[in-house]
């Protein structure tokens, strides 16, 4: 089944054209055979009526028996009351006298013959012609009409499938359209130039697109407002905690900090809540810079550096790009500060961390490489998810990579996760982003543990 729209209108006017060019093709064989066949009739009259003027006396008394062509017309010229032919140009062919006048057939020496006789008053003509060489020359004629349809069908075809293609290019840029179509650029379709056929689908399109811009909008604004609401009672709650802290008991220590604990796990949530928001929220007119990609790199790599080494671990940034993109910097420094402390949460310690800058065409793309346990294959297609966490032994929101993966499409950018195929265990997060200027590639100073 073509499930191609392209493909099926290619094919179905393909098709149809060459059945009608079949059919055309079987008319003008036909139409050729009958109109050949007239002119061999009509060649037959004309020397019939050339005998009639006198030019039966030219022909030989006694010819040679065989000295004509089995191609050429015979001619048998009658005198009234004569038993044998007054002239003949092949004396080894008897054709009926009786032959009534007009065009007629008769079978001679196992031959079938084409017969035109002429009668007049002083003699009577017959001019004859072999019924195979009349096939031959019709067949012959017929089938060269078969050679144009023959050659213009499979240039139809051609001209069918550019004309299709050309048709269908709208729909084509269309579905790029609708394909680049995400939480970060919900922008309706072009209607200006767009086929009446197509219109309704368009307009269906940007309908939905409003309305899962208004439902993202409103979820967002959720978020933003249930985190900034909660904020205050978790931060009211910290500091209730904090002014209890001297009044604990040594027996319910223990209780206490886990208490603790979970409010500041609350919190973090909140944050990321808040942090997801801003990504999630359009540009609006925020005004962006030129951020050097390998600053923020290694400002990442500050960052969870006194973890690191409070966990032994070996973690720098090492081969790098000079490479900018235009952004807003806290944007790609949460991104990429997202993408290192999650290398850092599921590295064990003593475990190694690798970052490094690469470009690709107009991308610039950052990896961040660890040698931890990995992810099964089959979870790595919901890593991006919300809330989603690989390992739930590691403490995390879940919220990490889906404000990474809503950042990057805000400025155009892509992420990835995927298992090392080095022969070392662990994950490779990349991120990307367009380069607005780039140089040539330059290795900085590593900046390890």
């Known amino acids: 089944m073509i499930k191609s729209l392209k493909n099926q209108l290619v094919v179905a006017l393909g ?55 089995d191609r050429d017309v015979v001619v048998v010229v009658w005198k009234p009351d004569a038993d044998l032919p007054f002239r003949t140009t092949d ?42 060489v009349r096939r031959e020359i019709t067949q012959k004629a017929a089938t060269q009409t078969l050679w144009p349809i023959a050659v213009l069908l499979p240039l139809v075809w051609i001209a069918v499938a550019l004309v299709v293609r050309r048709s269908l290019r709208q729909l084509t840029e269309l579905g790029a359209e609708v394909q680049a179509i995400d939480m970060s650029h919900l922008q309706p ?59 604990i008991v040594a027996g319910n220590q223990e209780r206490f900090q886990e208490l603790r604990k979970g409010i500041a796990r609350s919190g973090k949530l909140i944050t990321q809540l808040l942090r997801l928001a801003r990504a999630d929220a359009p540009m609006n ?11 923020v790199v290694t400002g990442a790599v500050a960052d969870v550096l006194p973890i690191a080494i409070a966990r032994g671990m070996d973690i720098g940034a090492e081969e790098m790009v000079n490479a900018h993109v235009r952004a807003v910097e806290t944007d790609i420094g949460m991104a990429v500060k997202n993408l290192v ?44 998810d919300r809330f989603f966490r690989a390992n ?37 997060a990349s991120i990307s982003f367009p380069v607005e200027e780039v140089s040539e590639n330059v290795i900085a100073p590593a900046l390890n543990t």
């Open 15 to 69: 098709l149809l054209v060459t059945v009608i060019g079949i059919v055309q093709g079987v008319s003008s064989y036909q139409l050729s055979k009958t109109g050949m066949s007239a002119l061999l009739d009509l060649r037959l009259e004309q020397v019939a009526a050339r005998m009639r003027d006198g030019y039966a006396e030219g022909i030989p008394e006694n010819p040679a028996r065989g000295s004509q062509d």
């Open 91 to 132: 004396p080894a062919l008897h054709f009926p006298r009786d032959a009534q006048a007009g065009f007629s057939g008769a079978e001679v020496n196992d031959e079938h013959w084409r017969i035109f006789t002429r009668e007049e008053p002083t003699m009577t003509i017959q001019v004859a012609q072999r019924s195979s």
């Open 189 to 247: 379709l072009p209607t200006v130039g767009v086929p009446t056929e197509i219109a309704p689908f368009i307009d269906s399109i940007n309908t939905m697109i409003e309305r899962l811009a208004t439902s993202i909008e409103k979820e967002r604004k959720f978020i933003a407002d249930a985190a900034h609401e909660l904020r205050t009672p978790l931060t009211a709650l910290q500091l209730q905690a904090d002014n209890l802290a001297p009044h």
């Open 285 to 295: 007119g925020a005004p962006l810079s030129r951020v050097d990609l390998s600053e």
């Open 341 to 384: 402390s999650n290398a850092v949460r599921y590295t064990p310690d003593g475990g190694t961390i690798d970052l490094r800058m690469r470009r690709d065409g107009e991308m610039v793309w950052v990896d961040v490489i660890d040698n931890g346990p990995g992810i099964e294959e089959a979870l790595l297609p919901r890593v991006f």
């Open 392 to 428: 739930p032994d590691v403490e995390g929101s879940g919220l990490g990579l889906s404000i990474v993966k809503a950042i990057a499409a805000r400025y155009g950018g892509d992420v990835t996760l995927k298992n090392r195929s080095d022969g070392h265990s662990g994950i490779v």
